[in-house]
């Protein structure tokens, strides 16, 4: 199994920024793709960003391009989402996910890509 937990949620006004932490214990692979999806209320789960371990192959949804970025520490088995110029518009539940295996690209976006769920951590955007 593998445990996923998450840091780093909280509230700033728009125009801040906020870096999400992503720890990966257990049984994970080398190999799996680790992601950040976000929720917000009465909306479905989107992918935000996306990054292959093994080679860094990167994944970022439209609407955070440019203003997100996604990291990993191959050493300390955690990825990042530095997040710039939040907007209102990015306030959600913030969740870390992780593949058991090793995913191709054009599926990175996708949930049911990913096998292991973090509880997910809140951030809130003011205007």
């Known amino acids: 199994q593998v445990q996923l937990v998450e840091s780093g949620g909280g509230l700033v006004q728009a125009g801040s920024s906020l870096r999400l932490s992503c720890a990966s214990s257990?049984?994970?692979?080398?190999?799996?793709?680790m992601a950040w999806f976000r929720q917000a209320p009465g909306k479905e789960r989107e992918c935000v960003a996306a990054?292959?371990?093994?080679?860094?192959?990167?994944y970022y949804a439209d609407t955070v391009k440019g203003r997100f970025t996604v990291s990993r520490d191959r050493v300390k088995n955690t990825i990042y989402l530095q997040m710039n110029s939040l907007k209102p518009e990015d306030t959600a539940i913030y969740y870390c996910?992780?593949?058991?295996?090793?995913?191709?690209?054009?599926?990175?976006?996708?949930?049911?890509?990913?096998?292991?769920w973090g509880q997910g951590t809140q951030v809130t955007i003011s205007s």
């Open positions: 996910a992780e593949s058991a295996g090793s995913p191709i690209v054009s599926s990175l976006g996708y949930a049911a890509t990913y096998d292991y």
């Open positions: 257990g049984r994970t692979s080398t190999k799996s793709t």
């Open positions: 990054i292959r371990r093994r080679d860094g192959i990167t």
